[in-house]
């Protein structure tokens, strides 16, 4: 075996096991003195030319790679599913079990000021729809959950919640629920809800999916 492909070999080797590219001085300081990292460098992307992988010079260094048009065998296509902030999960659990429900009865419950973005998010995703408006001063929309809720949950229909205890005791129901508290039907109008106008769709703006919530002022 000629010292040129002795050489060769041992620069495949440091170059197959290295974490990011060699270059030459890199190499030069493994081998043996006066070892011909050039020639070898050289026969190696001559060997390796047209194959699957091959010997790439970047940036003056040394690396073997996927060849370029075989890089879509190394490609995966998924679907990340978007995961809802903590602060839009207490709030798609209030508005299911207060609905129908105003803003300011959401953030009477959460002790918060609620986020404009994380209504949004709810809305744009299909968990919640705006339901109607309350017959109350100031004619606040009401919101309600959705039938894409139920499906995304898995849910046959509301009755399949956790119990009104379990979710008081998570902290996301108030406390102070009127005695004939039932659990509400998400998609018919309550007594003192009247029907949104023709038109009256939300607005989305930017996905506040991680948005940092208002600090409760003590």
């Known amino acids: ?68 048009d075989l890089a879509w065998l190394m490609t995966e296509e998924r679907d990340e599913p978007r995961r809802l902030s ?24 959460r002790g918060v000021q609620a986020s404009r973005g994380t209504l949004d998010v709810l809305l744009e995703l299909g968990l919640v729809r705006m339901r109607g408006r309350r017959r109350t001063p100031g004619r606040p929309v ?15 229909n509301l009755t399949d919640l956790p119990g009104v205890a379990e979710m ?5 129901l108030s406390l102070d629920l009127p005695p004939d508290f039932a659990v509400p039907d998400p998609m018919g109008l309550a007594p003192d809800e009247d029907p949104l106008e023709a038109g009256e769709e939300p607005e989305f703006h930017t996905d506040f999916l991680g948005e940092a919530e208002p600090v409760e002022q003590s």
């Open 1 to 68: 075996m000629s010292d040129v492909s002795h050489t060769e070999r041992e620069v495949e080797a440091l170059l197959f096991a290295a974490a990011g590219p060699l270059g030459l001085q890199d190499l030069a300081r493994r081998l043996p003195e006066g070892a011909d990292v050039e020639g070898a460098l050289a026969a190696l992307a001559a060997r390796y030319a047209g194959r699957g992988v091959e010997l790439v010079c970047v940036a003056e260094r040394w690396r073997l790679q996927t060849a370029v």
């Open 142 to 156: 009401t919101y309600g959950t959705t039938e894409a809720f139920l499906e995304h949950y898995g849910l046959a």
């Open 168 to 172: 008081r005791a998570a902290g996301l």
């Open 86 to 109: 903590k602060a839009a999960q207490e709030t798609l659990a209030i508005i299911a079990y207060h609905q129908p429900v105003t803003r300011a009865e959401i953030e009477a419950v």
